[in-house]
């Protein structure tokens, strides 16, 4: 795979996860009802990072949003702070990612520039990603520890006692384990292209130019006369020379 192909195909796909992780943290389907038990019922409900919702069965749907912020759990936070991260830090690699591609020409910015900006972008990008599976992780953990607890407090002494509503994953957590995946694949394939980008060293002689006069018909004139510099020293007797009339030094 070519570096340029390999570079756009490392930004196509953080693109598409970082609009992932913003339709996932948008998404009020964090936490549903589960069913299991009731599966006919008059009313659903679902939770998300901002606001919990109610459906009734004649299909209307009321939403509240949470009007607090310190009385929430601090693992809830936690969450909302790793998905915020992830989506700045996913911009921000996705806008260095743009100026770094092969094939966008910018000035005369250096392929050594451009491969510096892509291991940014990519070590952005693989950071935003790994910060919307933790906090995706996170919450899932939080909902299967709820989940038993509630199975428990259900079920004791072999009969159930109390009707408790337990909650289950829902579709924004897939949407955000595979959003953070893309974002972690395509922050690694751009990591990868900036190898190819970094331009070869190069082992030329240097040559360096020297005047040298002489005249002509219409007067003295000068001309640049190409020395080759080489790591080999000679002594002064083992050099040649070879004398001309137009040689002046």
């Known amino acids: 795979m070519s570096t340029t192909m390999c570079q756009v195909m490392g930004f196509v796909v953080s693109a598409l996860g970082f609009a992932g992780c913003i339709a996932a943290t948008g998404m009020d389907m964090w936490s549903t009802q589960d069913l299991y038990d009731n599966p006919v019922t008059a009313v659903f409900q679902y939770q998300g990072l901002w606001r919990s919702c109610i459906t009734q069965s004649s299909g209307l749907t009321e939403c509240r949003p949470y009007f607090t912020i310190l009385g929430l759990p601090a693992m809830f936070q936690a969450v909302r702070a790793l998905m915020i991260v992830g989506i700045v830090l996913g911009a921000f690699g996705l ?68 009707l408790q509503t337990r909650y289950t994953f829902g579709s924004a957590l897939f949407v955000g384990w595979v959003a953070g995946g893309l974002a972690l694949i395509g922050g690694i394939m751009m990591c990868i292209a900036c190898r190819g980008l970094v331009p070869e060293e190069t082992h030329y002689k240097a040559v360096s130019y020297k005047s040298a006069g002489y005249k002509s018909g219409t007067g003295y004139e000068t001309k640049k006369v190409p020395v080759i510099e080489t790591n080999t020293i000679k002594s002064d007797e083992g050099r040649r020379s070879y004398p001309s009339k137009y040689d002046y030094v």
């Open 95 to 162: 806008l260095v990612a743009l100026f770094s591609l092969k094939c966008l020409r910018i000035g005369n910015m250096e392929d050594s520039a451009k491969a510096n900006m892509s291991l940014t972008a990519g070590v952005m990008n693989i950071v935003a990603g790994l910060c919307a599976i933790c906090g995706v992780s996170v919450f899932a953990n939080m909902l299967v520890t709820n989940f038993w607890m509630s199975t428990a407090n259900m079920y004791q002494t072999g009969m159930m006692q109390t």
